[in-house]
């Protein structure tokens, strides 16, 4: 029986946490971990909002990000923008399509979805 969504079940309509194996993601650019470390409770909802924006939050202050080149280029200079140099700490991690399928991973993972559409 062919599912009721369709195409639309790529966008898991309706679910806004799943469980998954970072190995197994589809990713259409090159995946980005990003990781900071920020003093100032300021900066830090700043730059934490801003990764919200442009990737899925792993871990407190670890962010995934699947993008091109010309985008990530954008993002980090948004965040270098917020950061203070003397104070703060970010590091951005290039991780290949054939390093992803090797990502190994322990334990229950969620992932919050974002929702593609709210209906009231």
């Not at 970072?22 to 990764?51: F, G, Q, V, W």
């Not at 993008?67 to 104070?87: G, H, K, M, N, Y």
Request: glycine residues 4%; hydrophobic residues 35%; aromatic residues 12%.
């Amino acid at each position: 029986m062919d599912s009721l969504l369709g195409d639309y079940e790529f966008y898991k309509v309706g679910i806004t946490v799943r469980e998954y194996d970072p190995a197994k993601e589809e990713y259409k650019n090159m995946l980005h971990l990003i990781a900071y470390d920020i003093r100032d409770s300021k900066r830090l909802r700043k730059i934490a909002k801003t990764c919200e924006d442009f990737g899925i939050r792993v871990e407190y202050s670890i962010f995934e990000c699947d993008l091109s080149v010309e985008v990530f280029q954008r993002f980090w200079t948004r965040i270098s923008e917020i950061a203070e140099p003397d104070e703060d700490k970010l590091l951005a991690y290039r991780i290949c399509g054939s390093c992803v399928s090797k990502i190994e991973s322990f334990g229950r993972i969620v992932r919050p979805c974002k929702p593609l559409l709210y209906i009231m």
